[in-house]
């Protein structure tokens, strides 16, 4: 995939997979690592940026393997980003999609 395609879709894709449960980093590079292929250079960044912006909390869990973990979790203020991101994907793609059908036509 073209990574400036990954880039523009990252931060919505890692909102919304934060959604649904906290995950602490490694966990969120896997799941989101399913819909694209990242690395964890690549996430851990863009989870310093959203927690400075106050779209996500954070907190330590005690693991049973090693020192406690980070886990990240979405605030009120990280869905409604998150929401507004999916409006605004939503209508891009759709755009898009239009476009090149049409110039197919």
């Known amino acids: 995939m073209n990574a400036q395609f990954k880039k523009g879709v990252l931060e ?3 909102l919304e997979a934060m959604g649904k449960r906290d995950m602490y980093g490694y966990e969120l590079v896997a799941e989101v690592s399913k819909v694209i292929d990242l690395n964890e250079g ?5 989870l310093k940026r959203l927690t400075n912006e106050h779209y996500f909390e954070t ?3 005690e693991s049973s393997e090693g020192p406690p973990r980070k886990y990240y979790h979405i605030t009120a203020a990280g869905i ?4 507004e991101l999916e409006t605004d994907w939503n209508v ?3 755009q898009v999609n239009r476009f090149l059908k049409e110039q197919k036509s």
Not at 80 to 83: E, K, Q, T
């Open 59 to 61: 907190y330590l869990r």
């Open 12 to 14: 919505l894709i890692v």
């Open 80 to 83: 409604l980003h998150r929401d």
């Open 92 to 94: 891009f793609q759709e």
């Open 42 to 46: 690549t996430i851990y960044p863009l």
